[in-house]
């Protein structure tokens, strides 16, 4: 199995560039994201809840995600030739938490592939993105707490899976075909 993190800022091109693997690689794509928004739009139990957090640009509960990423790894990616992980773990716990699932199901993580832009490239890219898709939770007063949780919750997590040797620095600017190859051949380079 080929399971990969796409790890980085709000913005840094993470769903953009997990399109591009899947297709590549033949990989099932986790959002984390793009999970919790479908709930929120079908208005389920849990879609109200983390429709709090997300609109405050908090993370939701680390229980809350962990247990809802599990069971979409168990209803949907079973049979999966591995799978690309979109905005999950975000933070150390998470990261934990999922060195145990993948293990639990004699599964590894191959690579955590770190999308490095600048803030600046940031807010512009999230605001140009609020205005385009209408995205709720794209406009200056999230983004900037966004910003600031990734800095203070996510952003550790690059020096836990550096220590690992797990972490692939990629710069995250450029155009989407350029930041691609360099993606893959990080990956085909770390697959020896
Ligand atoms: P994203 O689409 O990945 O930018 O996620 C949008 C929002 O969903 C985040 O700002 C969080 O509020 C929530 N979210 C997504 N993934 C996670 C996660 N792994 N842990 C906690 N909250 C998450």
Same mark, same amino acid.
């Given at each position: 199995?080929?399971?990969?993190?796409?790890?980085? !800022?709000?913005?840094?091109?993470?769903?953009?560039?997990?399109?591009?693997?899947?297709?590549?690689?033949?990989?099932?794509?986790?959002?984390?994201?793009? $999970?919790?928004?479908?709930? &929120?739009?079908? =208005?389920?139990?849990?879609?109200?809840?983390?429709?709090?957090?997300?609109?405050?640009?908090?993370?939701?509960?680390?229980?809350?995600? &962990?247990?809802?990423?599990?069971?979409?790894?168990?209803?949907?990616?079973?049979?999966?030739?591995?799978?690309?992980?979109?905005?999950?773990?975000?933070?150390?716990?998470? !990261?934990? !938490?999922?060195?145990?699932?993948? !293990?639990? @199901?004699?599964?590894?993580?191959?690579?955590?592939?770190?999308?490095? $832009?600048?803030?600046?490239?940031?807010?512009? @890219?999230?605001?140009? @993105?609020?205005?385009?898709?209408?995205?709720?939770?794209?406009?200056?007063?999230?983004? =900037?707490? @966004?910003?600031? $949780?990734?800095?203070?919750?996510?952003?550790?997590? *690059?020096?836990?899976?550096?220590?690992?040797?797990?972490?692939?620095?990629? *710069?995250?600017?450029?155009?989407?075909?350029?930041?691609?190859?360099?993606?893959?051949?990080?990956?085909?380079?770390?697959?020896?």
């Amino acid at each position: 199995m080929l399971n990969l993190v796409l790890f980085g !800022a709000p913005g840094s091109g993470k769903g953009t560039q997990s399109a591009k693997l899947i297709d590549r690689y033949g990989l099932y794509h986790i959002s984390t994201g793009e $999970v919790l928004r479908d709930h &929120i739009a079908r =208005k389920t139990p849990l879609g109200i809840t983390a429709e709090k957090y997300i609109t405050k640009g908090h993370l939701i509960p680390d229980e809350l995600i &962990i247990e809802l990423l599990e069971n979409v790894i168990d209803e949907q990616a079973q049979d999966a030739k591995g799978i690309v992980f979109d905005g999950f773990p975000r933070t150390i716990a998470q !990261a934990e !938490a999922l060195e145990k699932i993948l !293990a639990d @199901r004699g599964s590894k993580l191959e690579a955590v592939v770190g999308l490095e $832009v600048d803030e600046e490239e940031l807010i512009d @890219r999230l605001l140009k @993105r609020g205005q385009e898709t209408g995205r709720a939770d794209d406009n200056m007063e999230t983004i =900037k707490n @966004r910003l600031d $949780v990734y800095q203070n919750q996510t952003h550790p997590l *690059k020096e836990y899976y550096s220590a690992k040797g797990q972490y692939l620095p990629i *710069k995250g600017t450029g155009t989407v075909e350029e930041i691609f190859h360099t993606i893959v051949d990080g990956i085909e380079e770390k697959l020896g």
